[in-house]
């Protein structure tokens, strides 16, 4: 029987962040250590406020315009914001590495094309014929890569197409859910050995009427005036305010950052993930037992905490009883609900969680001293709107 070798560490090397407060990492950093203000639009789609894409010349990391006409916009940002973590990482460009470079993705489905649904139901008022209809209407107002679009792993197909990254690829489906089986994923592959350098992340373009319809539906949506997402979860059920994010993280092994270079900003000391039934006290329990195999790594004392909250009900208000328990572990948790800044970015809001806490234990050495006061843990909390748990510990590097 051979021996187990130790898990490698993994570093968080690269951060791509795209939001409504601007387009690169450093504004995010700069925007949470100043609380430069919020950005919301809450007159284009009332009663639901949303938090619009900072504007942004797409051609900076898409240079190809046929590239971009192919893509719907949630897959743009994906691919732009792929394209910034990959730069800031020192891989861009670099044919070699593009090659061992790894993805893995969180998405959705393609986005409708709300005026051909527009024109289908117009004039399906004026005519019964709906079987005429469709070949009649259809095939004039689709367009041929409309399908195509539709899938998944497109992201992922447009991210290595437009960026040459040509190693493996894996994409994850089921909203949240998805990007935190993402994550772990990623992260036990470069652990175990199994991967050296991955490129993770995910995007929304929550400025979509099909998709502010459908989450809708479910009543999820936050109707009126902004409020944050901890005095949301208990009023009627709460809401979650969508915000167009996209987020992506380089990370890789020590040994392959060292080897090429490259500087962390932190490194990811674990990640975990649940799948509850969500009755009663569920989340609590889940994420309490999850924080538990995190605490031989957690000094007493104050720890800052990225909270995913979304806003809707049970999935915020018990993420509020968890961190009511962290004081009996001797943890002072200092939590920060970044969606009320980003907006709620589902499959891409816990790597922007990720990238955030990353940032506040900012080690690399180009960049401005790190504070001495600075945290040197930080805690990335994920419960999904409707279903599924996740933490992430990051630690300070050095």
């Given at each position: 029987?051979?021996?187990?070798?130790?898990?490698?560490?993994?570093?968080?090397?690269?951060?791509?962040?795209?939001s409504s407060l601007g387009i690169d990492a450093e504004t995010h950093k700069t925007h949470f250590e100043t609380g430069t203000g919020r950005v919301l639009?809450?007159?284009?789609y009332a009663p639901y406020p949303v938090h619009p894409l900072a504007p942004l010349?797409?051609?900076?990391?898409?240079?190809?315009?046929?590239?971009?006409?192919?893509?719907?916009?949630?897959?743009?940002?994906?691919?732009?914001?792929?394209?910034?973590a990959l730069a800031d990482a020192g891989i861009a460009g670099n044919s070699e590495l593009l090659?061992?470079?790894?993805?893995?993705?969180a998405a959705g489905s393609g986005e409708r094309d709300t005026k051909v649904d527009c024109?289908?139901?117009?004039?399906?008022?004026?005519?019964?014929?709906?079987?005429?209809?469709?070949?009649?209407?259809?095939?004039?107002?689709?367009?041929?890569?409309?399908?195509?679009?539709?899938?998944s792993n497109m992201l992922a197909g447009n991210i290595s197409i437009v960026h040459h990254v040509t190693g493996s690829s894996r994409t994850f489906m089921g909203e949240e859910s998805g990007a935190f089986a993402a994550a772990e994923n990623a992260f036990r592959r470069i652990s175990s050995g199994q991967a050296d350098v991955i490129l993770i992340g995910g995007a929304l373009n929550a400025e979509r009427e099909d998709l502010l319809l459908g989450y809708e539906i479910g009543h999820n949506l936050w109707r009126g005036p902004f409020k944050p997402a901890q005095e949301r979860g208990g009023q009627d059920g709460g809401g979650f305010i969508p915000g167009s994010v996209g987020a992506f993280l380089t990370i890789e092994s020590r040994a392959h950052a060292e080897a090429r270079g490259a500087k962390a900003y932190a490194r990811i000391a674990d990640i975990r993930t649940d799948y509850t039934a969500r009755k009663q006290?569920?989340?609590?329990?889940s994420l309490t037992q999850l924080f538990e195999t995190f605490l031989p790594r957690i000094p007493a004392g104050r720890l800052p905490v990225w909270a995913g909250s979304s806003g809707v009900g049970p999935s915020t208000t018990e993420d509020l009883a968890f961190f009511d328990l962290l004081p009996a572990y001797d943890i002072a948790p200092d939590v920060r609900v970044y969606g009320d800044d980003l907006g709620y970015s589902v499959e891409a809001h816990f790597f922007a969680g990720l990238a955030l806490a990353a940032l506040t234990t900012d080690g690399r050495g180009e960049r401005k001293s790190r504070n001495p006061g600075a945290a040197r843990n930080a805690l990335v909390t994920g419960t999904g709107y409707w279903r599924g748990e996740a933490l992430a510990l990051i630690e300070a590097i050095g």
């Open positions: 029987m051979t021996e187990a070798t130790a898990p490698r560490e993994v570093w968080i090397t690269g951060i791509g962040l795209i639009d809450e007159s284009r010349e797409w051609s900076k990391q898409i240079p190809k315009n046929s590239d971009q006409r192919q893509m719907e916009t949630w897959q743009r940002i994906g691919v732009y914001a792929a394209g910034l090659d061992r470079t790894n993805l893995v993705v024109d289908v139901l117009e004039a399906i008022h004026s005519d019964d014929e709906t079987a005429l209809l469709a070949k009649s209407v259809l095939p004039s107002a689709l367009r041929p890569t409309l399908f195509l679009a539709q899938l006290g569920d989340i609590a329990r």
